[in-house]
């Protein structure tokens, strides 16, 4: 296991290495464009600067990065190893679990017991800090079970002097407390668009893509402040249109709802025929569109239209977020939409 | 002539011979001429052809091997220690794998994390010819659980190499987001009527079945936007008459009419804890013909919505729409769907005493 | 209870004052023989004496001499001999012999019934005694009837006053015997006391003998009284007659291991007897003296352990006990038993004088990872030499099924309340706790009698006030022994009853079963006479909520939110909607839902089939359920149209899908919306489906061999794009067959055309044997030959008998 996935990393950092005359050009600009130091990592300065004390030092404490998808939380931590250790070493000094690995109590108990349980020498490797210390990266450490998680506590303190923990995930809610007290907690930010247009344009820039500012602009609005799925979708929209991309190719490739198909939703539920909404809404699922964005773009457009009162834009948005819940539990779009849009109808002709 | 049904006969296996959506098939095209795509992911309605326009796609990578398929049944330990297997179909060709881990119910995990290993660890023959990698076809993927789909998010990248996953499902809405954001997503339409009908033309031609237009819109309506639907409701009306007259009946399926008879008319007519007693059988009839509750709601809506459409008071509706929902959902996080279904239709018994 | 005279008995122990148990008093007394008869005569009490003297007075013949005793005894043992086919448990009898004789005038006339269980000795034993004594045993109380003889038990548990035929007798004026009075009773009427009449099983017997020893053992126990006994174990039986109740159940053990170490004895004596047979409970018939091994069976804490350990040491019986802390899987057990079973040698050798009685307790724990440790025993069981006793609590067990079959079953009942009481009531005044006889028998009904239970419920009382104050609201009557699941729902569900209990009671009742109830609950709601709908939707929200909670402590084994799923899916709604309810239905849902996993399943099986062609993973139900119709359309036509391609089409869609006709009779069948419940296929002529499976399994049978030929090439059908069975090279094959099949029908009766049709058949598809003269070898053939697959096995067979179902 531990073997595959330093190999896996092998191949990612071979691939990084430009200069490599084979460049595998299916390599995922997300991989090929994963910062190798921790100062690239964009916009997250303050976990830089911190870190980079650690770089100084070699004095790492338990790591538990938190924030949100796509803003570089493993990036941190890889790129943190590298340096620490250099680029012959570090694939030793590190395990990486993740959600795709098998985590359940026993893989803690053997596996990261075992590995907790080497020692290893310090300074082998001239030119890095190569502190005495491995590190374990439990990546999207929120699929663990508690089970997994209570038994990781101990050993994070019987093995503090040989190993350091890194956890990673999404929500900090999901990890129990006793994990999160015996680590330092960074929180990552969700990229702001500038920052994100810049790294886009980056990214663009060596591959040779041509582009617009409105169309980086789309792709981050679309991806939410999710720089991985914003690099995924330049990829796969440069891809697919030759290497130039504009905000339609984004919008096309990003499931983007046409804002006519809003529009006519707005418009529908302004009406006093519970019919028309049924059949409006029929046609919406029968179109196949992301519910989930379907409704946020329904709320944008409502909030801007200037006919309906504040009050009842308050009490839509009650049932879109009741709605969007239904939604993420897996209830049936077609009658949850039809649900809110109704509801919505009342509500505009309630007064 | 008649080996096969019209759905597998006439169906498309290139993305030329696609008949709607050509922007789709654009796109595809350029992906596969690419010699190197990212994971994909389908969504859209039933029977609006995702999984044809994969096939179509993928014959347009590898050429028409991945016509050729075998069936085999994979088994797999659930853990190292226990001896309990779970198994899960497989339908492969040379070039790629399909599968349905929903199948597995809450092991789909397993198969998830096994089988991509498995298929990843195994190299292709003759790589020089073929492309270097493998391609998994994951259906039903609204249909996993949580925990397969976090299993899947990991494995996309790591194996990104050696295989390319391809997602199909109904509603994106289920898919975590993480897999969302790995994937490039096609949303396959359902054809509208207009589609429909051509299709239905064009078959109806093929096979030479003298069927009036009137009733190819008709069944275009009804199969609403459902092509597999249509396609088989239109071979069947041929072997039904000899001779199609044009004023037949397009009938619904059985389970819905059952639902507006035996179901939507007592709790219309009598709003009484005997109609309860009535109806409960009535679930069960459904229930155990494995027609997923939602969709008994979903019917059972449309009957009381029709019943009350030209109701003086409006918020009838809006509370029977409000209550329909909510009951949903609450079925949707519960086990067990008869307790659901007579929770709604006690619903709807008050909401009708009381208002209408 | 136990109060019996002990008179008799003690003059027999003086008189082999050597003899220190009753296993050796039987051997002794063997040997012994008749000079101790006359030895015994002579030192009987007088009532006894007398009673002989009669009887050598109503002794027709020559026997007025002394020295005809002898002759007298020769005489009665070959009489017994001689019929033997009533007697139960000879050895028994012949035991008596040596101190009683029986003489059929002693109770001539009387006509006596009994009832209940005996504690003196086995019920069956002491109708025999009657018999032997003239006395007519009946089965039920009539106006003749002189004597009830009743237990203080029945065989049910209930008390011997409870009974039909005591109810009768008392109505008849029928004079009423309890146990305790038999003993005088016997003494009057015939002169002995029962002690004498059943030496070796006498209970007094035993009890004085472990008395001795008890005597030793408490003063051991005295001594380690500082030491730390959980009052349990220090209160643990010490004799038998500590043992509280089921005196009768000892007799069934003595009487057992009695006999297992005197098979010979007996069969010597009575080769016929040894056939004798004894009905055991599920109804099997075992020979009694085969019975190796015996079962005692009964709930927890009422002394089964003790109770063997006792009779055990009583008999002294060296005992080796097995219990579930023990590892009992197969091989352990072979191992550690066998060596005591089989080497009786080396055990005379050790212990000459001492025998062994091996206990296997709590073999209805013998599971899990004790696995083949039943079967295993049973091995045992079948070859030991040494008595082996097991004991279980459940009986019903289904594991300790094949086990009861090998053994001989001793029930322990449930003791009295008021005898548990009584043994309280001593340990109470032992440890100085103050309690109230009635409190302590409060006290035992709370626990289900369940001695051992109450004894510690007893210590904790004495250790929780230190005024050892008892407070008999302490004890809340358990609900348990008092509910069962359905009681529980009907007292939920009930307006009256429901009023009566607390919040928390409701919530007990939920826990009894908080599996079932929760269903019981919702499939009864309705029904239970409320009428206000409002209320009713409330309770359906309610439940629908639980569900969602059950749901949620299934999958994420919140096992604490049991509680609010109680609350809401049986407390809360019942109040809601209960008013009356008399019988609650079964709750329906699980056979619903075993329903709908059925029609899942075959769903997914469909899938399977269809999905090399289809590629279909949803909307399975649309797909199979127009397949269904196209194949019955089809059908349909054939009689319509006289079209004979139909069936043909049919075949060959049936191929393409991989649909064998099992399958579309059951499995897609089952996939159509179908309320009634109809047989679907039913509007098509038989005579069609007949000739549909036929001529699908010819195709099935040549396509088999095709396969089967191209098995080295590929093992695998593909199904290609460009596959289709009418061109290429499958097409003569093809429509051979087909021609064939038509051949057949036209010619269905002239068999040896069929013959002759089958021989070009096999000769076109390059069958191997050219011996197949007959249709029904070939077909055998095929199947030895080539490995099918169930389905095709399974509609061979069909083919079969749809054949014969044509002719």
């Known amino acids: 296991m531990q073997n595959r996935t330093l190999n896996q990393f092998n191949k990612n950092t071979s691939a990084m290495q430009v200069e490599e005359p084979v460049v595998k050009p299916m390599l995922p600009w997300v991989e090929k464009y994963r910062p190798n130091k921790i100062e690239d990592l964009a916009y997250q300065e303050e976990v830089v600067q911190s870190l980079q004390g650690v770089l100084k030092t070699g004095n790492l404490p338990h790591l538990l990065l938190h924030g949100p998808p796509g803003t570089g939380k493993t990036s941190t931590i890889i790129a943190l190893a590298k340096q620490l250790f250099g680029p012959d070493f570090w694939r030793q000094r590190v395990l990486e679990l993740n959600a795709s690995d098998d985590r359940g109590i026993n893989v803690v108990r053997n596996k990261v017991k075992k590995f907790a349980e080497q020692i290893v020498a310090k300074n082998p490797n001239p030119g890095f800090l190569c502190p005495s210390y491995k590190i374990i990266i439990l990546d999207e450490a929120d699929s663990m079970t508690n089970d997994a998680q209570s038994a990781l506590r101990r050993i994070i303190e019987d093995y503090a002097t040989t190993t350091r923990f890194c956890i990673i995930c999404n929500y900090i809610t999901k990890i129990i407390e006793p994990l999160v007290s015996r680590c330092v907690k960074y929180r990552f930010k969700s990229i702001p668009e500038n920052e994100q247009i810049e790294r886009l344009k980056f990214v663009a820039d060596s591959e040779s893509v041509t582009y617009n500012l409105d169309a980086l602009k789309q792709l981050v609005v679309v991806s939410g402040g999710d720089l991985r799925k914003s690099v995924n979708m330049l990829q796969s929209s440069s891809t697919l249109y030759e290497k130039s991309i504009n905000k339609k190719a984004i919008n096309e490739i990003s499931g983007f709802i046409p804002d006519e198909q809003i529009e006519d939703l707005v418009s529908v539920i302004q009406t006093k025929s519970i019919r028309s909404v049924q059949e409006e809404c029929t046609r919406v699922i029968q179109q196949g569109y992301n519910i989930e964005q379907l409704i946020l773009q329904f709320l944008d457009v409502v909030l801007a239209t200037d006919t309906i009162k504040e009050k009842q834009k308050a009490k839509m948005m009650e049932i879109a977020a009741y709605t969007e819940k239904c939604l993420i539990e897996g209830s049936a779009e077609d009658l949850q939409i039809f649900n809110l849009m109704a509801q919505c109808q009342r509500i505009i002709n309630e007064n | 002539m008649l080996q096969q049904l019209w759905t597998e006969s006439t169906k498309p296996k290139s993305l030329d011979s696609l008949d709607y959506h050509s922007e789709i098939s654009e796109i595809l095209r350029k992906l596969a001429k690419n010699s190197d795509f990212p994971h994909l992911l389908f969504y859209g309605p039933n029977g609006a052809g995702k999984k044809t326009r994969v096939l179509a796609f993928l014959k347009e990578v590898y050429g028409s091997g991945v016509y050729t398929v075998t069936e085999e049944e994979k088994e797999y330990k659930i853990n190292e220690t226990s001896n309990t297997t779970t198994s899960c179909t497989v339908l492969s060709s040379k070039f790629h794998i399909d599968v349905a881990p929903s199948d597995a119910d809450h092991h789909d995990k397993v198969i998830i994390q096994k089988l991509i290993k498995e298929v990843a660890s195994s190299h292709q023959v003759n790589s020089k010819q073929t492309k270097d990698f493998k391609v998994v076809i994951i259906n039903e993927v609204d249909n996993l659980t949580k925990e397969a789909q976090a299993s899947l998010r990991r494995t996309m990248e790591k194996y990104i190499e050696r295989c390319r996953i391809i997602l199909i499902c109904e509603s994106l809405a289920k898919i975590i987001n993480p897999i969302r954001s790995r994937c490039l997503l096609i949303r396959v339409p359902a054809p509208d009527q207009t589609q429909v009908a051509q299709i239905l033309d064009k078959i109806s031609a093929q096979y030479n079945c003298k069927i009036s237009q009137q009733l190819i819109n008709k069944i275009a309506i009804a199969s609403n936007g459902n092509l597999r639907e249509a396609i088989l409701y239109l071979q069947s009306t041929r072997v039904n008459n000899t001779c199609i007259k044009d004023d037949q009946n397009i009938a619904a399926q059985e389970w819905k009419l059952h639902i507006q008879h035996n179901i939507v008319m007592p709790i219309v007519k009598n709003q009484l804890v005997e109609t309860m007693k009535e109806i409960r059988e009535k679930f069960y009839q459904l229930l155990v013909n494995c027609i997923p509750v939602d969709r008994i709601m979903f019917e059972m809506l449309q009957g009381v919505l029709n019943q009350y459409k030209d109701h003086a008071n409006k918020i009838i509706l809006y509370e029977l729409i409000k209550s329909t929902a909510k009951c949903e959902n609450r079925a949707r996080q519960g086990s067990k769907g008869i307790v659901h279904l007579e929770a709604l239709a006690a619903e709807y018994m008050t909401i009708i005493k009381q208002f209408a | ?807």
């Open chain 3, 1 to 807: 209870m136990q109060v019996q005279t002990q008179q008799p008995q003690t003059q027999l122990q003086k008189q082999n004052p050597q003899l220190d148990n009753g296993n050796d008093i039987i051997q002794q007394l063997k040997k012994v023989g008749v000079e101790k008869n006359n030895k015994n005569i002579k030192d009987l009490g007088p009532d006894i004496k007398q009673s002989y003297d009669i009887q050598f007075e109503q002794l027709p013949q020559s026997q007025k001499k002394k020295g005809a005793v002898q002759i007298t005894w020769e005489k009665q043992n070959s009489l017994k001999v001689s019929k033997p086919e009533n007697k139960k448990q000879m050895d028994v009898e012949i035991e008596k012999q040596d101190v009683f004789k029986n003489d059929p005038d002693l109770l001539n006339g009387l006509t006596i019934v009994l009832s209940g269980i005996l504690n003196v000795c086995s019920r069956d034993k002491f109708e025999q005694f009657l018999k032997n004594n003239g006395a007519k045993v009946t089965g039920s109380v009539s106006g003749k009837t002189n004597y009830l003889i009743v237990g203080d038990k029945l065989e049910d548990g209930r008390k011997g006053e409870e009974g039909n035929k005591f109810k009768e007798a008392t109505k008849k004026g029928t004079k009423i015997i309890r146990e305790n009075e038999l003993n005088n009773w016997l003494v009057d009427k015939i002169g002995v006391g029962i002690d004498e009449i059943f030496p070796d099983s006498s209970l007094s017997k035993l009890l004085k003998k472990s008395g001795s020893k008890k005597q030793d053992q408490q003063e051991t126990v005295q001594s380690d009284q500082n030491r730390n006994f959980s009052l349990a174990d220090k209160y643990m039986p010490m004799s038998l007659s500590e043992l509280v109740d089921n005196k009768s159940s000892i007799t069934q053990l003595n009487d057992w291991i009695y006999k297992f170490q005197h098979p010979n004895s007996e069969g010597d004596q009575n080769q016929k007897i040894k056939k004798k047979i004894y009905p055991i409970k599920n109804g099997q018939i075992l020979n009694l003296l085969e019975i190796l091994s015996c079962l005692i069976s009964g709930p927890p804490g009422i002394g089964k352990t003790s109770m063997v350990r006792l009779v055990a040491e009583a008999l002294g019986l060296k005992l080796i006990v097995n219990n579930a802390s023990d590892k009992r899987n197969k091989g352990s057990l072979r191992s550690v038993l066998n060596d005591l079973i089989d080497n009786s040698v080396l055990m005379n050798l050790f212990r000459p004088n001492k025998d062994f009685l091996i206990v296997m307790d709590e073999v209805d724990g013998m599971t899990g990872s004790d696995r083949g440790g039943i079967s295993a025993l049973i091995e045992c069981i079948k070859s030991t030499r040494v008595p082996i006793v097991c004991i279980c609590n459940d009986i019903d067990n289904p594991k300790l099924k094949s086990l009861l079959s090998h053994c001989y079953s001793i029930k322990f009942q449930k003791p009295e309340a008021k005898s548990v009481a009584k043994r309280l009531k001593y340990i109470c005044e032992q440890e100085n706790i103050n309690m109230s006889f009635e409190d302590l028998e409060k006290l035992a009904i709370c626990f289900d009698c369940d001695i051992r239970q109450s004894i510690n419920m007893l210590e904790l009382q004495k250790f929780q006030s230190n005024t050892n104050l008892f407070q008999p609201d302490g004890f809340k009557k358990d609900k348990v022994c008092v509910f069962n699941t359905f009681n529980a729902a009907v007292s939920l569900l009930n307006r009256n009853q429901r009023i009566q209990m607390s919040l928390r009671d409701m919530l007990d009742m939920f826990f009894l079963d908080y599996d079932l109830i929760p269903l019981i609950i919702q499939d009864n709601y309705i029904l239970s006479n409320h009428q206000d709908i409002n209320n009713v939707a409330k309770a359906a929200e309610l439940i629908a909520e639980g569900d969602i909670i059950s749901k949620k402590i299934r999958k994420e084994q919140q096992w604490s939110l049991m509680p609010s799923f109680g609350f809401l899916s049986s407390v809360y709604p019942s109040t809601i909607v209960g008013e009356q309810m008399d019988f609650p239905k079964f709750p329906s849902w699980l056979g619903k839902n075993s329903t709908a996993n059925k029609i899942k399943r075959e769903r997914h099986q469909i899938k399977n089939r269809l999905a090399p062609i289809t590629y279909l993973t949803s909307d399975i139900k649309l797909y199979s359920k127009y397949l269904f119709q196209l194949i019955k359309q089809l059908l349909e036509l054939k009689v319509l149209r006289n079209d004979r391609d139909a069936v043909w089409n049919v075949v060959q869609i049936m191929e393409e899908y991989r649909i064998t006709p099992d399958l579309l009779k059951e499995d897609l069948h089952d996939q159509i919306f179908n309320p009634l419940k109809d047989n679907l296929l039913s509007t098509v002529n038989a005579q069609i489906k007949t000739q549909l499976t036929k001529m699908y399994n010819k195709r099935h049978l040549i396509q088999k061999e095709k396969t089967s030929k191209k098995k080295q090439a590929n093992p695998e059908r593909y199904i290609s794009e460009n596959y289709n069975p009418l061109i290429g090279e499958e097409a003569p094959l093809v429509e051979q067959s087909q021609k064939e099949i038509e051949e057949e029908e036209n010619k269905k009766e002239e068999k040896k055309e069929e013959e002759m049709a089958q021989g070009t058949k096999s000769k076109n598809v390059n069958k191997r044997t050219k011996k197949q003269s007959k249709k029904e070898t070939k077909k055998l053939k095929l199947v030895e030959d080539r490995s099918f697959d169930e389905d095709s096995q399974q509609s061979l067979n069909n083919f079969i008998v749809d054949d014969e179902e044509d002719e």
